[in-house]
């Protein structure tokens, strides 16, 4: 195989690889595309439909939160455990410093504890110093949260009474509440309470509902592995092309079709060395000799 045929094929197999790789690319976009169209959906069925009782979507402390139920709007009563408050830190509410309070809720006629996210503060100046919270209505409390999933556990260290995420086991473990039953897959935000707190917390913001650019990155990883493709089969198909008219590899004749060999190309004749100006002296000299002295320089 000549030189440019084997550059040719690497090069065909180069746009093989940028081909496979952009498209697995692009799946993995497009898969993300689809699991953010799910989220959305979900929000939308679920964010403004009638609360249901809270046993309708978790049964039991250890029951896992369906993902057709997140952001579902459930009801329940029971007592706040205002003195196992947990603050949640690092989580800014459009874009101001704020931590979320967390306080578990214990739900009427069992032992079971809901983590419930009544809503955010404020840091202050420095985050490192302590805030004021205000309380959560006291007694029978009548609540209605959307429930979400747990989040994973965070190995961040914080100050006590605080947490670094929203994992019901950790909030319970920071408020000091080592041997109550907590539902430990997910959690509540607020959405109301009755009777109505004194001071009422800053409210959550809604969620996102942005789709992304998952869609859009998809399209463009498939545009560039069929690019690449192309690019580097056009590449290979000019190196064979300049091989065979012989603009890539030296010229070769081809054989003569009259039976005879074409005569060689006369090789230039030579240019005459000029002579230097010390030979023509030379000569001279050799030249104004008498004989005498001609058979002197002999001898």
Do not use: K
Request: aromatic share 6%; glycine share 8%.
């Amino acid at each position: 195989m000549s030189p440019a045929r084997r550059r040719a094929v690497v090069l065909v197999l180069v746009g093989v690889l940028v081909a496979v790789a952009c498209t697995f690319l692009g799946r993995w976009q497009w898969h993300r595309h689809e699991w953010r169209d799910a989220q959305i959906a979900t929000v939308e069925r679920n964010y403004d439909a009638p609360p249901v009782p809270l046993a309708d979507v978790l049964a039991a402390p250890g029951d896992r939160l369906a993902d057709a139920d997140e952001w579902s709007q459930v009801r329940t009563t029971g007592r706040y455990l205002t003195d196992a408050t947990v603050l949640l830190r690092n989580r800014p509410v459009e874009g101001n410093p704020a931590y979320h309070v967390l306080v578990p809720f214990r739900v009427t006629g069992t032992d079971a504890v809901l983590v419930v996210d009544r809503g955010w503060v404020p840091t202050g100046a420095d985050a490192s110093a302590g805030v004021d919270v205000p309380p959560p209505p006291a007694g029978e409390v009548g609540l209605v949260v959307r429930v979400r999933h747990a989040e994973q556990p965070s190995d961040r260290g914080a100050p006590a009474g605080s947490v670094q995420a929203l994992h019901p086991a950790q909030v319970a473990a920071a408020a000091g509440l080592t041997d109550a039953a907590v539902y430990a897959g997910a959690y509540g935000q607020l959405v109301a309470e009755d009777p109505a707190p004194a001071t009422p917390l800053g409210t959550l913001p809604a969620p996102d509902l942005d789709p992304g650019s998952h869609l859009s990155y998809a399209f463009q990883w498939w545009a560039f592995a069929l690019g690449g493709l192309l690019g580097f089969a056009w590449l290979a198909r000019r190196e064979v092309v300049e091989e065979r008219d012989g603009t890539g590899a030296p010229f070769e004749p081809s054989e003569p079709t009259g039976g005879t060999a074409p005569a060689a190309p006369a090789r230039p004749a030579r240019p005459r060395r000029r002579e230097g100006r010390a030979e023509a002296e030379e000569d001279a000299l050799i030249d104004a000799q008498t004989p005498d002295d001609a058979s002197r320089t002999a001898r």
